[in-house]
């Protein structure tokens, strides 16, 4: 709906400044409607437009300078490129494709688990039986065949081990004392071995479902909060997973969205004239099932409707939250309560009148901890970048006081050297000419200041006087 700024900076330099009376070509309606709303222009299309289009498009090489077939085509082809790029590119935190994978894998795992448990099941109650009475649970019963192993080798020091499985003594107590007295055939220890592994693998996986349980649970509270506050994630996400995304979910009228999942029913019901399904997918969550079997249909109906307008606030809001899927839940407890004892449930203007006025104050809040978030990541980001050009300055600052500091120590060993050579000749020529000692004495501090202002210069000037000084004392000395 926006029109890219590259067309419209092209738009804007090709039309005349006064173009109230411009009517351009368009070949696309939906181009045409964007090119009206951001500039105000007039734009025909179709009939005589889209001949127009079509010939210049086919002779678009010919009519443009250094511009070949080839190019063209590349051109066309990136366009499309990011085009389809543009339309994909989502809100990763609201992507449901997470989801529907989730809750398929989620029940591939289900089913997986419990065949491979009855495997299981199957395979060691050759050799203890009774095992299967008292731990009928099928992850637990992994647990305790992987602990016992063989149950002649179970005694009394193991009863601590077994307490902890089974998270009950009595129980315990039982599986020790069917051990003693077991029908069961003898096993060889390569038997044990492969049961015991399977058995490992078995309880990885279903360690794994509860890990995978969770993550579906986070990332339905990110892209459908209501819904989930409302009929819970499991079911949530297998509405949307059926339905093939959160939009698709929220495009389909209520009276859909109540037989979803029964499609084998509902078609089998109209070819043979029979009764209609009354729920799906719907028939999991708790509301249905707390129900007389008279207000089944009547709470399945009512519980569509507010998954429907749960459904659609997720998808088109832009900050999502759980407020109006707690109201909403609210209103389906208050129904079913009514349809139990006759109290009359709140009406749905006062409800949702509530629900916006804490939205906006759940939504505000977020907002203000994303802003928040925002400042504080830009700061480390300024202070990143600052440390980075800090430890680049670093290095070369090092290099230029090193080369400092070895001039500076090259010339203070040439003054040392400078001072001890007069003063040995003056104390040699002490006796004889005082003034003269005076007067080279007194201009040392300003060869000093030369010297720390202009080394380089200075270098041949003062080797020139050490001549002459020389010249001179050798005079005096004779």
Known sequence: GVLHE?????????????????????????????????????????????????GIRLHFSALVRGLTAQSAAKAQLGLGHSYSRAKVKFNVHRVDNMIIQSISLLDQLDKDINTFSMRVREWYGYHFPELIKIVPENSMYCRVAKFIGNRRELSEESLEGLEEIVMDSAKAQAILEASRSSMGMDISPLDLINIESFSRRVISLSDYRKGLQEYLRSKMSQVAPSLSALIGEVVGARLISHAGSLTNLAKYPASTVQILGAEKALFRALKTRGNTPKYGLIFHSTFIGRAAAKNKGRISRYLANKC?????????????????????????????????????????????KEAVVEANEVVAEVKRRQEKKEKKRKKREKRRLEALAAAAEEPAE?????????????????KKKKQQQPEESEAEAEPEENGVEEEEEEPLPKKKRKVMVEPEQQEEEEEKKKKKKKKKKAVAQD
């Open 6 to 54: 590259d067309l419209r900076l092209l738009l804007d330099t090709a039309l005349p400044p006064k173009r109230k009376k411009v009517v351009l070509g368009v070949g696309d309606a939906k181009m045409g409607a964007a090119v009206l709303e951001e500039l105000g222009v007039q734009c025909q299309t179709g009939g005589v437009v889209a001949e127009l289009m079509r």
């Open 308 to 352: 429907t307008i749960a459904s659609r606030i997720d998808c088109f809001s832009e900050v999502p939250t759980s407020v109006f899927g707690d109201k909403l839940r609210e209103q389906v407890e208050e129904r079913l309560a009514f349809y139990e004892t006759g109290e009359p449930p709140r009406k749905n203007l006062e409800v949702m």
């Open 398 to 414: 090092n290099s230029v006081m090193e080369t400092e500091e070895n001039d500076v120590g090259a010339k203070k060993k040439k």
